[in-house]
């Protein structure tokens, strides 16, 4: 909680369109990368200087320009000025925390989303990159915090030759990466399933220590995709409606099909909330089960010695003149009446399934 209140007192008081980087992820420098290309050649470039970049900008090619890192104010200001970007544009661009959220400033189209990130098949703590991105009519400029991303299917793809990309515009190169992400929501969320239906079987189990700190785990986990995941179906709904010319209408079939994979992701999410609430019951109930079998031992325990105890209790009185005290065979037979009773009792009790 503190650190999201430190991250919001960056703007506190600041009018609207000021630039603050409110993030906590630094490089030492921010890196750029330009990849240029159309149906005949690509080029790729890393550049340290913007000026020298932007000389490499080529407008009958298609230019994808990836800067990595965001606490460069000034350099997204000056990036801003050359393609014209809006202020408030650049301000959601620095604002890590901004929810997904498209606009259409006719000359360009903005979208800024969540990208989450994985390694050896899992997540990497479902950590999440803020990322944006900005089309215009030859280029395609992607703004993220750090170096390493989840598109480098895409840069194979570009360099091989390979599918529908050199062949396309900027619309189908920015609706690859949106495509990209969604498709590892997938194995995000598929992670969580997993993870969630194994509690499910440790639950069903023996007791398992620290399965209450699993569930909570899990469902913290489920919120925090949902949060990441939900905003982005209605932004991409109105990326769907938005009657712009920087997107052709045979890039928009690719942009509806995104679209109804986000739906079912969101759908499966949805289920996740029910399956964490059915671990928690099914954890209650375990758990109320588990301790009245352990009432129900102890009682069975307690209502077998009460009559013994009661019969020691009467043989422990220190009277002088009890009849059984002085013969031989008393204590024996007290014993063997002790036993009896005890005998007597678990056969009662199993004849009425107690036991």
Do not use: C
Not at 335 to 346: I, N, S
């Amino acid at each position: 909680m503190r650190k999201k209140t430190n991250k919001t007192r960056k703007k506190t008081g600041l009018s609207p369109g000021s630039l603050v980087h409110t993030g906590e992820r630094f490089q030492e420098k921010v890196s750029l990368q330009l990849i240029k290309y159309d149906l005949d050649s690509v080029d790729t470039y890393e550049e340290s200087s913007l000026d020298k970049l932007l000389e490499k900008l080529d407008s009958k090619k298609v230019n994808w320009i990836n800067v990595n890192g965001l606490h460069d104010v000034s350099l997204i200001e000056k990036l801003g000025r050359k393609f014209d970007i809006h202020p408030l544009v650049l301000e959601d661009i620095l604002q890590v925390e901004h929810m997904p959220k498209f606009e259409d400033y006719e000359s360009y189209l903005f979208l800024t989303l969540k990208m989450l990130g994985e390694a050896s098949g899992k997540p990497v703590s479902y950590g999440r990159e803020h990322l944006s991105m900005i089309l215009g009519d030859y280029f395609l400029i992607t703004f993220q915090e750090t170096e390493g991303d989840v598109f480098d299917v895409v840069r194979e793809s570009l360099k091989n030759g390979t599918g529908r990309l050199r062949r396309m515009g900027p619309d189908y190169l920015f609706y690859r990466l949106i495509d990209v992400i969604v498709d590892h929501y997938f194995l995000v969320s598929d992670n969580l399933e997993e993870e969630l239906d194994d509690i499910e079987e440790l639950l069903l189990q023996k007791f398992h220590d620290g399965i209450s700190e699993k569930i909570m785990q899990g469902k913290k986990r489920m919120i925090f995709i949902r949060r990441s995941i939900f905003p982005l179906k209605d932004e991409l709904r109105k990326l769907r409606q938005s009657d712009t010319g920087l997107i052709r209408k045979g890039t928009y079939r690719f942009i509806d099909d995104v679209y109804d994979h986000l739906q079912h992701i969101v759908s499966t999410n949805e289920g996740f909330r029910d399956l964490v609430t059915s671990l928690l019951e099914l954890h209650m109930s375990v758990n109320s089960n588990r301790m009245n079998n352990v009432m129900k031992t102890l009682t069975i325990f307690a209502a077998i010695f009460m009559p013994l105890t009661f019969i020691a209790g009467i043989y422990g009185m220190n009277f002088e003149y009890m009849p059984e005290l002085g013969l031989s065979w008393a204590y024996p037979a007290v014993l063997f009446l002790m036993l009896t009773v005890a005998l007597a009792m678990l056969i009662y009790m199993r004849f009425k399934k107690w036991l």
